[in-house]
């Protein structure tokens, strides 16, 4: 039988999805719904729920395990690429410390990659729009702040593959995510507001030209503006492509973040890069996980 089939899961910090790929094309099968992390409440559940999502999606389109080239988990860092282990994550916390190659092996006999989420989702954007670009980086704003850096069509991973793990470097406020999250905007909404909103409520005042609301993503342009600065100074690239929840809104901070990148990077000010929103989203992670399982 030939292993013509690759399962990608994209694990977050607030949902998780299975999709199934051809694997001679890339192309997406089939692609479940989103499932929330905080329905569960032990690591074990989780894991649970997750093989059940890939089982359903597999009986769904009546696809026989044995047909399985190989499994990619696209997930917070910082995760033990050799061993599958997902590390002392702030943004997984069900999975800190969890051996999750080792426990998919029990369920699946196929290969197995877990691998940091920015990291896939960069490689996927790169590899569906942007090959032409030898430097190209990839950020995801959501839970938490990723970084993924593709250089000459590969995965830059480091000596160790915690590579670009910069969103959780120290700063002037504690670390770079701090202030360049889902947790940021909320904070910042109840600080202005004195109420608890949603950060698509207040997207949409935005959009409305409410004023208080419109400061709120400038603060974030400008907060995002400072790392994105520093990765541009060292790795000069032709693209970066915003991914994750917060890359929805990209229209109302990305002027004061071209701005913040102007005022702090040497390399943008004499060679603007062209920074971009995904149109791709979650695609990307699922298409990067299953090329980063069969490339070289």
């Known amino acids: ?29 089939a692609i479940s719904e989103k499932w929330h992390v905080g329905d569960y409440s032990t690591s074990q559940e989780l894991f649970d729920a997750i093989n059940s999502q890939i089982n359903d999606l597999l009986n769904i389109k009546t696809i026989d395990k044995k047909r399985v080239f190989g499994l990619s988990v696209a997930c ?4 033990d690429i050799n061993s599958g282990t997902i590390l002392d994550t702030p943004n997984l916390k069900l999975f800190r ?42 950020v995801t704003i959501g839970t938490g702040l990723g970084f ?27 670390t770079w995510e701090d202030k360049v999250s ?21 997207q949409k005042y935005a959009s409305d030209k409410d004023i208080k609301a419109q400061n709120i993503f400038n603060r974030l342009g400008q907060n995002l503006g400072l790392p994105i600065s520093h990765i541009i100074n060292m790795l000069d690239p032709g693209v970066i492509v915003l991914g994750g929840g917060l890359s929805s809104a990209f229209n109302l901070y990305k002027k004061e973040l071209k701005q913040t990148i102007h005022n702090n990077s040497v ?3 004499n060679n603007p890069c062209t920074i971009l929103e995904s149109n791709f989203k979650s695609k990307s992670q699922m298409v990067g996980g299953a090329l980063n399982l069969i490339q070289p």
């Open 97 to 138: 410390n969890y051996p999750l190659k080792d426990k998919l092996a029990e369920k699946f006999t196929c290969k197995i990659c877990i691998e940091n989420d920015a990291n896939l989702f960069a490689l996927g954007e790169w590899f569906l729009t942007h090959q032409k670009h030898s430097s190209f980086i990839g």
């Open 1 to 29: 039988m030939e292993k013509d089939i690759i399962i990608s899961i994209d694990v977050g910090g607030t949902t998780f999805e299975s999709s199934i790929l051809n694997k001679n094309c890339l192309d997406i099968i």
């Open 182 to 202: 889902l947790k940021f905007i909320r904070n910042d909404i109840k600080k202005t507001y004195n109420k608890n909103l949603s950060p698509r409520t207040i």
């Open 267 to 269: 390399v943008y000010k």
């Open 76 to 79: 917070p860092g910082p995760i």
């Open 148 to 174: 993924g850096i593709v250089i000459d069509g590969k995965l830059f991973k480091g000596a160790n593959g915690m590579a670009a793990e910069y969103g959780l470097s120290s700063c002037e406020w504690g």
